[in-house]
């Protein structure tokens, strides 16, 4: 029986690769494969990474966001793109975990720095049509766009859309 530690050298190793990775950010994934019924992942996060808005759609989908390390704004949208919330995962504020509901439009990103979140879904995971995942009214990662979207996401207030 193998015993998952998550200690300050596995962050550290975590976050190099993050660095290195084009996305900036690096997954390492807790659980055996696609078919496992809780799947578990880190994310490290890197400054500028840019996570386009996206949501779950398989019927048992939830999924639940704990912070490890730094701090995240998680940005929640309705259909039509404008932000419903901005929740701040922060040991500072002690809100360090999420769970959102299958179907929900988000994003999230560092605020200061690096970060690390540990994210926890039901299994198994199915790979879906992306015009299902991902929100079409939020730039494709790598385009010209996506960074200004990032930079809109990182300032947009309740009720704000994209344009």
Same mark, same amino acid.
């Given at each position: 029986?193998? @015993? ?10 975590r ?6 990775s084009p996305?900036?950010?690096a997954?390492?994934?807790?659980? $055996? ?6 799947q =578990?992942?880190? @994310?490290?996060l890197?400054?500028d990474?840019y ?6 759609? %398989?019927?048992h /989908?939830?999924?639940?966001?704990i *912070?490890?390390? &730094? $701090?995240v704004? +998680? +940005?929640?949208?309705?259909?039509s793109?404008?932000?419903?919330s =901005? @929740? *701040? +995962?922060?040991?500072k504020?002690?809100?360090? *975990?999420? %769970? *959102?509901?299958? &179907?929900?439009?988000?994003?999230l ?7 690390? @979140? ?7 995971? =199915? !790979? ?9 009214w !939020?730039? %494709? $990662? ?5 960074q ?5 996401? /990182?300032? !947009? %207030?309740v ?5």
């Open positions: 029986m193998l @015993i998952t530690q998550v200690d300050q050298f596995f962050l550290d190793k976050q190099r690769a993050a660095k290195l996305r900036l950010r997954h390492h994934n807790f659980h $055996e494969s696609s078919e496992s019924p809780v =578990r992942l880190s @994310i490290a890197q400054p990474t996570v386009r808005p996206h949501r779950h759609v %398989e019927f /989908q939830w999924e639940m966001i *912070l490890l390390t &730094g $701090e704004q +998680l +940005l929640v949208f309705d259909d793109g404008a932000v419903t =901005r @929740i *701040l +995962l922060s040991h504020t002690r809100c360090v *975990l999420v %769970e *959102l509901p299958v &179907g929900t439009w988000h994003s990103f560092p605020v200061a720095g690096e970060a690390t @979140i540990l994210e926890v879904k039901q299994g198994p995971y =199915r !790979a879906a049509k992306p015009e299902d995942v991902f929100a079409p !939020a730039p %494709e $990662e790598g385009s010209d766009a996506a200004a979207c990032l930079s809109w996401m /990182q300032q !947009a %207030e009720g704000q859309r994209f344009v």
